[in-house]
């Protein structure tokens, strides 16, 4: 178990960096960044004089080091835009994303999971149909059309929930549907895929030759087996609604770590984009780990090996 | 009364092309404390039989028969919730893939305990005593410690012993187990079939044996049934059917098994000619007339059972030319 926690942790780490890597070169591909943040109307000397106060003269390499070394204490600089620093301006903005996130995979595992379990046991049936179907047209809306259509049926027509802004958690309900919405059809699907699978495995036969009531062998012998592959889809679901969490903050005007991307982006504010890039993929890798470990704990096969 | 009465058992399973016919009107009991071999190759139906005894047949196969009743019960009406009480308790099951018929998210103890505690109102810790007095029944050095170990953790002939504790747990009337040596190392065969074997007497419980090895056959059956392309082709005592095989079929598998001593070192062995006929559609006549010795025209109409000897039949109408040949 610690032989295999150290080896997915080594490799979590080494994908960190790399991410960290391209998070700080792309910035640098995408043009001169002295002349983007001079402006358009500064003459080449004042050009000169931002690159060297940004100290956008030094090499690359030690730029990206002193960069990174800043990184790894949380220290990503000043705001070009906002009068603030990074870090400060991410703390603030962090915890929307976060709990948005949360909440949204939350429902979509609630919603998908069951769904694809109940599709898995009447499979070929009505209720199959009907999932399937669902699923199917669950991927074919996109999130900021659901977003809006939530946002004119619920609050602008029956007025029982608040149109934007993120002040309390009524503000949460449609963002996390809307959001929630777009993981349920994978998730329901890879659940209904590996319940079908492990349903017809021989250890369920020996289940039910037990003479165990349906329910046992469904839930503790079946689903214990077919959540596995679940939990990894699920880590990497909830990177995606961290990533697509930047549309719907704008959809409904929440201020989090989406919308902040989106005015940095929009005003050349390159530390602030570089900062959340890096915070967002990490993220994203520390999730993928954390899903890892918790499949070593369903799997004795993993944690035992 | 028989302990298990089946009688013109029929399963069918539909498919793209039509119906499969994949079990039809097999008929034996079995007594208590005896055991019955159900021989045939795969796909004779023998497996699916014996699934149809539990009520496990995979959901599209329909279950037909006349009778199908265990010590009095009638489970062709019973209620599913009734049946499952029975599951486990009364009747269990050894299946052939040991790899594969544990879960592998869940302890030995686990298992073995659950078998128990799904039917008794027991203690866990009596549970647990069980599991470690059969574990060290079928074999098992260190009972304690293997309660903890998960399956991937056990070569297959442990796995197939853990198999055997957790159908004893209940101590049941009725053991089917399903070609439990198969996938075993021949070695280990001898030793599982051994075990097998001893324990039935011990529990004077009743065992269906279903297998493709003749040999096994030899060693532990009381009765055999031979099954072919999903019919009883042939039944009797052991005894009986290997003195006397009256059926084409059962003579041309028993000529296929090498003889210490009488078959000659490099001696073509016997082998069947032909392939197993398609069950699908309506079928008529008697289903190996087209690999048959004997084959005459009367062999594609209805096949009546004939008596052998008491307590032996075979379901062929060319007896006489069969017993004519052999002399």
């Not at chain 1, 591909?29 to 002349?35: N, T």
């Not at chain 2, 269990?92 to 040991?98: C, D, G, K, L």
Request: aromatic share 6%; glycine share 8%; hydrophobic share 50%.
């Amino acid at each position: 178990m610690l032989a295999y926690t150290m080896q997915r942790l080594i490799v979590a780490l080494s994908v960190a960096f790399t991410v960290s890597v391209v998070a700080f070169f792309l910035l640098h591909l995408s043009g001169d960044i002295a002349i983007s943040i001079a402006g358009p109307e500064a003459s080449p000397a004042q050009v000169e004089v931002v690159r060297h106060q940004f100290g956008l003269d030094r090499p690359l390499l030690v730029q990206y080091l002193d960069w990174l070394w800043k990184a790894v204490r949380f220290d990503f600089g000043d705001s070009f835009y906002f009068r603030d620093t990074v870090v400060s301006l991410i703390a603030s903005r962090i915890g929307v994303t976060l709990t948005l996130g949360a909440i949204s995979l939350l429902l979509s595992l609630v919603v998908a999971v069951p769904l694809g379990v109940l599709a898995a046991v009447y499979n070929g049936t009505i209720i199959d149909r009907l999932a399937l179907s669902f699923s199917v047209i669950g991927q074919a809306i996109p999130t900021f059309c659901l977003g809006l259509g939530l946002i004119i049926v619920f609050s602008v027509t029956l007025r029982w929930l608040p149109v934007s802004g993120a002040s309390s958690w009524k503000h949460y309900i449609l963002p996390s549907i809307a959001l929630g919405w777009y993981a349920v059809p994978a998730v329901m699907r890879l659940s209904r895929n590996g319940m079908l699978e492990v349903l017809s495995a021989d250890y369920i036969r020996t289940a039910r030759a037990k003479g165990l009531a349906p329910g046992v062998v469904i839930f503790k012998h079946a689903l214990r087996n077919a959540i596995i592959p679940v939990v990894a889809l699920a880590a990497v679901q909830f990177g995606f609604m961290l990533g697509g969490s930047i549309v719907i903050e704008a959809v409904f005007s929440m201020h989090g770590l989406g919308y902040l991307a989106w005015e940095a982006i929009a005003r050349n504010d390159f530390p602030v984009v570089q900062a959340v890039v890096l915070i967002l993929a990490t993220i994203y890798v520390a999730l993928t780990f954390l899903a890892d470990v918790a499949n070593a704990f369903l799997d004795p096969r993993i944690r035992l090996a | 009364m028989a302990l298990l009465d089946v009688q013109d058992l029929v399963i069918d399973i539909p498919v793209g092309g039509g119906v499969l016919h994949a079990v039809n009107e097999v008929s034996f009991a079995v007594e208590r404390g005896e055991t019955l071999a159900i021989v045939g190759e795969s796909g004779s139906g023998k497996s699916l039989t014996s699934l149809a005894v539990m009520d496990l047949l995979p959901r599209v196969a329909r279950r037909r028969a006349a009778r199908l009743s265990f010590d009095g019960t009638d489970l062709l009406t019973i209620p599913e919730r009734q049946m499952r009480k029975l599951r486990g308790s009364r009747m269990a099951m050894i299946f052939q893939e040991p790899m594969t018929s544990l879960n592998p998210a869940y302890t030995i103890g686990n298992q073995l305990s659950e078998a128990l505690r799904c039917h008794e109102d027991v203690s866990a810790e009596a549970a647990r005593a069980r599991a470690i007095e059969l574990l060290e029944r079928v074999g098992i050095a260190g009972a304690g410690r293997r309660l903890l170990q998960y399956p991937h953790q056990l070569s297959g002939g442990l796995r197939q012993r853990v198999m055997i504790a957790m159908a004893l747990m209940c101590k049941p009337d009725l053991i089917i187990a399903d070609e439990p040596t198969t996938a075993l190392d021949v070695t280990i065969q001898a030793q599982i079939l051994r075990l097998l074997a001893e324990l039935k007497k011990e529990l004077n419980m009743a065992m269906i044996l279903i297998t493709h090895d003749l040999g096994v056959v030899a060693r532990v059956a009381d009765k055999v049934a031979v099954m072919y392309a999903g019919a009883l082709v042939e039944r009797g005592s052991a005894r009986a059917v290997f003195k006397a095989p009256s059926h084409p079929y059962t003579r041309g598998l028993l000529n296929c098994i090498p003889v210490p001593g009488r078959t000659a070192p490099g001696a073509p062995l016997g082998a069947i000619r032909g392939q197993v006929p398609n069950l699908i559609g309506r079928l008529q006549g008697c289903a190996f007339r087209n690999r048959c010795d004997f084959a005459a025209p009367e062999c594609a109409g209805d096949i009546h059972v004939e008596a052998v000897s008491p307590g032996h039949d075979v379901r062929c109408v060319r007896l006489e030319a069969q017993n004519r040949a052999v002399a």
